[in-house]
């Protein structure tokens, strides 16, 4: 569904982007993370046709970005982060233009309308004027005009920016629903939360470069270790390296990475058939956070 091939964007003296390239499947929800200024929303932007690359390509359901922007533009719903907005118009009449912007016929414009109102929970507003809205309920009307026309992509830059945490729950039932319907989601957010509950790839991005990606199923799959017992030496690490990788002694305890929680219970009848006298034995997944941190490293700091 998304396919970028080495894109650079400079602005002046800055590059923004460099030599980025990555592929999402059709129907996949994909995120894109990374620190402030890492480029992040200029990839968006590209993507979506806003503006064109300084070199390489980019193409949305097979179709090029540049050659052929009208045809990747209608295949795509897009909720900008800090959306504009026409205040003076109520959320249905502000609906109802984006909907005949998107070339949504008159005879089921008025039924995607109001399916859009309720699945982000705007029915009690449509007649509000927008400019007089909460920024959370703004933020629900831009998630809003993004999925009308039923997409087949739809772009959510910092889609929960603003929303409490009841909001952030229906957007992440939407993204769900959207799953369902096979359509292609592309989220940047700074919640990793909720990326990780609702991602099945990420990409990290740091200086402008694709730097690492993760299939977030293959992050599941393995446990961090940590065994505190009596006395631990270099033999009791080598044997408990026979359940796993990367043991290692620290202080008193002792680290492993395992594949799957079924190794716990061996481990323990191993230790107690040893005689060792166990006093702590955990195991957790690493979190998508420490998984950011690891690949942003030391040199960046926070933005």
């Keep these: 569904m998304i396919e970028a091939s080495h894109l650079t964007k ?51 359901a097979g179709f090029d970005t540049r050659t052929h922007g009208l045809e990747a533009r209608r295949r795509l719903g897009y909720f900008p982060e800090n959306a504009p907005y026409y205040p003076d118009l109520s959320v249905s009449v502000y609906l109802r233009t984006v909907g005949k912007l998107k070339g949504i016929e008159s005879s089921r414009r008025g039924r995607e309308i109001d399916a859009v109102l309720e699945a982000c929970g705007l029915r009690q507003v449509a007649t509000r004027l927008v400019g007089k809205l909460s920024k959370g309920y703004r933020q629900r009307v831009g998630l809003a005009q993004a999925l009308l026309g039923n997409p087949d992509l739809v772009f959510l830059d910092e889609p929960t920016s603003g929303l409490d945490p009841l909001g952030r729950v229906l957007v992440r039932e939407i993204i769900e629903e959207l799953r369902a319907n096979g ?61 796993g990788s990367d043991a290692g002694l620290d202080g008193d305890l002792v680290r492993l990475r395992v594949a799957h929680e079924r190794s716990m219970p061996a481990i323990a009848r191993w230790l107690a058939g040893r005689g060792t006298d166990l006093y702590e034995l955990k195991c957790r997944r690493k979190t998508l956070e420490e998984w950011f941190i690891d690949v942003m490293g030391e040199d960046q700091g926070p933005g």
């Design 183 to 243: 359509t292609t989601v592309f989220l940047n957010s700074h919640l990793l939360g909720e990326v990780e509950a609702t991602c099945d790839r990420v990409a990290f991005v740091k200086r402008g470069r694709v730097v690492h990606e993760l299939v977030l199923a293959e992050m599941q799959s393995g446990l961090d270790v940590e065994i505190r017992v009596a006395d631990p030496d270099a033999a009791l690490v080598e044997g408990l390296s026979e359940f």
């Design 10 to 60: 400079e602005f002046g003296s800055i590059r923004a982007i460099d030599d980025v390239s990555f592929a999402i499947p059709r129907g996949e929800i994909a995120g894109f993370l990374g620190p402030n200024g890492a480029g992040k929303t200029t990839t968006m932007r590209i993507l979506a046709g806003i503006f064109p690359p300084t070199s390489g390509r980019a193409s949305i």
